[in-house]
């Protein structure tokens, strides 16, 4: 797995590289900035690039910016958004439409390096990993015309699970049932959801986006 590493906090990105070359991840490049991430992508586009939310000059949403432009123009490579703190309305702009390869985690995830590198490999496969945090915000926001209303209890805390990243065995061990069930949930899941089905979707993918914006909009209903 290759990954390009974007952090205006050089102590903080050197720190991290290490991590991830301890753990056979390929740091390929490094930036201190989103103009030199983006111009590093287009020398030698990596699996993964990850991102810092806040870097100069504003210090304000230049890596989401950048994570979305990385989107349009390599689709291909994946982008995971790290942010000091849940800011729901960029991690909803950022999971927006239907790529994939895509998270958004609080930089704290680092902390443990094996979850975070399977948070990566998660996201080269083509999968999106979103904060756990953001996904409990998100449940627990008024529901309006929410399209998630014909999915179960049982089924929407599989789904937000599966929004974490987590595989069928790993829903298995939290929510203490045999992978069996989990399956059966994640097909059930997926018909109420009338998602695509042709070949070239991922539906599990389509899922989680489904959950967010259904999530996030009624979120935004309720200010």
Same mark, same amino acid.
């Given at each position: ?107 704290d995830r680092v902390a443990d390096i094996h979850e975070f590198v399977?948070?990566?490999e998660t996201i080269t496969a083509g999968g999106t990993v979103v ?9 627990? #926001?008024? =529901?309006? +015309?929410?399209?998630? @209303?014909? %999915? /179960? ?6 789904? $937000? ?9 790993g829903i298995a061990d939290q929510l203490f049932v045999s992978r ?18 042709? #070949?070239? =979707?991922? +539906?599990?993918?389509? @899922?989680? %986006? /489904? ?6 909009? $009624? ?5």
């Open positions: 797995m290759r990954v390009i590493l974007a952090d205006d906090a050089v102590v903080i990105r050197e720190g991290l590289a290490r991590l991830l070359a301890d753990s056979g991840v390929d740091v390929i490049a490094q930036a201190g900035n989103a103009a030199e991430l983006l111009e590093q992508i287009a020398i030698s586009p990596p699996d993964v690039a990850v991102v810092d939310i806040r870097m100069p000059p504003t210090y304000t949403n230049e890596g989401l910016i950048a994570a979305q432009t990385i989107r349009e123009q390599h689709p291909f490579v994946g982008t995971v958004v790290l942010s000091q703190y849940i800011e729901v309305d960029y991690a909803l702009q950022l999971v927006a439409g239907t790529s994939e390869r895509v998270g958004y985690l609080l930089k399977a948070a990566l904060e756990p945090s953001l996904v409990t915000e998100l449940l627990t #926001a008024p =529901t309006a +015309r929410n399209p998630l @209303a014909p %999915l /179960t209890t049982r089924e929407r805390e599989v789904l $937000a699970l599966v929004a974490q990243g987590c595989t069928d065995r069996k069930t989990v399956e059966a949930h994640v097909r059930s899941i997926l018909q109420k959801l009338d998602l695509p089905t042709d #070949a070239g =979707t991922n +539906r599990r993918v389509h @899922a989680v %986006l /489904t959950f967010l914006q259904a999530t996030g909009t $009624a979120r935004s209903s309720s200010r």
